[in-house]
């Protein structure tokens, strides 16, 4: 929908969204998106249903599929915990929020020159998430790149971990919603300086 973060469909396309473990249809919440597209782009080949690999919140609704998108599933973090699936970090969420900040090493300024590190094909990621278990303590670990040593402007790094972590731990559908913060998660945030993430480098297309 124009201007907003809603999505909603063509009519040639029929969506669904998908519990992430049963994989049946659920009216509202967290899913995976599964898209079949109908006449007239199918009429010399077979109809399929397919998952597209997002993760998507539904927006109930009685007209057509609506839905907000949260990141590609094998990028955002969760678990699953007496039966039920538990959300932790959402990366669309985390991208939107990083945008705000000039200090991360998006781009580096030179004199009277600017140089994009490219982030769509072959590139080194300057954000890293990392997630393991750790005793009964689930530890969420983002690695942030920054344009400069975090140690040369403490109070700044300061901010912007505070920053993050409070927006993080009010996102809607996540153990953090509403102000909780169970004791058996940890979400850290860690900078570092240009190059220190030390990450393999990613190819999108």
């Known amino acids: 929908m124009r201007g907003s973060d809603v999505f909603v469909l063509d009519p040639h396309l029929v969506g669904e969204v998908l519990d992430y473990d049963s994989r049946r249809p659920v009216d509202g919440g967290v899913g995976l998106l599964a898209l079949t597209n109908l006449h007239p782009f199918v009429q010399l080949q077979p109809t399929i249903r397919y998952l597209t690999g997002d993760l998507v919140r539904r927006i109930p ?3 057509p599929l609506r839905f907000q998108f949260l990141g590609k599933s094998k990028n955002c973090i969760s678990r699953l915990r007496n039966g039920t699936r538990e959300w932790l970090l959402f990366s669309a969420r985390l991208n939107d929020l990083l945008h705000q900040f000039g200090d991360i090493r998006t781009f580096d300024r030179y004199s009277n020159l600017v140089s994009i590190c490219d982030r769509s094909l072959g590139s080194h990621p ?29 109070l700044r790094v300061a901010e912007m971990k505070s920053q993050i972590l409070r927006a993080l ?23 570092c300086g240009p190059g220190a993430t030390n990450a393999p480098i990613v190819v999108k297309i």
């Open 61 to 63: 609704c009685d007209g």
């Open 126 to 154: 300057v954000v890293q998430v990392t997630s393991q278990e750790i005793g009964n303590t689930m530890l969420v670990r983002i690695a942030i790149e920054l344009r400069y040593s975090p140690h040369g402007r403490p």
């Open 169 to 191: 731990e009010n996102t809607p559908d996540t153990v953090f919603a509403g102000g909780r913060k169970p004791e058996d998660v940890d979400l850290d945030v860690v900078f």
